[in-house]
């Protein structure tokens, strides 16, 4: 059973502060990583993907990747109120093979 | 580019009915991927369609099927209603077979009494 783990949460951080989310993967052959953003009622949006150990920078969002470990993260730089929301990372092993998501955690920016 | 659309956006249905979900993917979309997401669960996926075919299936009982049309709109249904199908169906495109990026749709809201 191919599993992605990520804390629940509630992550809470301050205005401004740097917000890092985490997530591991059993699947040792994994070879695609994203992270989707879901507000309250709303559906997933996809917010990364990274395929290559170390980080990838989009604006205020850094992902690092570290097959190794079988570690995700998502780093998100001057947080704001409009951050919060539920975080999902999802892992892809070959093309043939569904993505498989994380429960997500929850992220609360406090103004 | 419009995104994703699903329809209908809520549903409401008894035990035992059966019910038929629609999803039209981004033009240009071919790969069409179902997902059902409840609080418990998360995100829990359901099939893939890519050019009318099933290309991977979920471990959900045979109650829950689909299919793709000729165009990459896809349906899915679900017979026989449970009460713990009550969930948000969401539909997913990406570019091709084995694209890595998917883009969801708004979902379906299914309340099942």
């Known amino acids: 059973q191919k599993e992605v783990e990520q804390n629940s949460g509630p992550l809470s951080v301050p205005e401004g502060a740097i917000a890092s989310l985490n997530c591991t993967y059993s699947d040792r052959v994994s070879q695609s990583f994203f992270w989707y953003r879901q507000y309250s009622g709303k559906s997933p949006e996809l917010i990364m993907s990274?395929?290559?150990?170390g980080d990838k920078e989009d604006g205020r969002f850094t992902a690092q990747l570290n097959k190794a470990s079988q570690y995700v993260s998502l780093l998100i730089r001057d947080s704001q109120p409009s951050d919060s929301a539920t975080y999902l990372c999802?892992?892809?092993?070959?093309?043939?093979?569904?993505?498989?998501f994380g429960k997500g955690t929850r992220l609360s920016v406090i103004a | 580019k419009a995104g994703v659309t699903q329809t209908p956006r809520y549903l409401i249905k008894t035990r035992g009915q059966q019910v038929t979900l629609s999803c039209s993917p981004i033009s240009g979309h071919r790969s069409v991927s179902w997902y059902q997401q409840t609080p418990g669960q998360g995100l829990q996926f359901l099939f893939e369609y890519f050019s009318e075919t099933q290309r991977n299936k979920g471990n959900f009982p045979g109650r829950f099927s689909g299919r793709q049309f000729s165009n990459s709109r896809s349906e899915m249904n679900v017979s026989t209603l449970e009460l713990g199908d009550s969930a948000l169906y969401l539909c997913a495109s990406s570019l091709d077979a084995g694209w890595n990026e998917q883009f969801f749709g708004p979902g379906t809201r299914l309340t099942v009494l």
């Open positions: 999802a892992v892809k092993a070959s093309g043939n093979t569904p993505l498989v």
């Open positions: 990274i395929y290559s150990n």
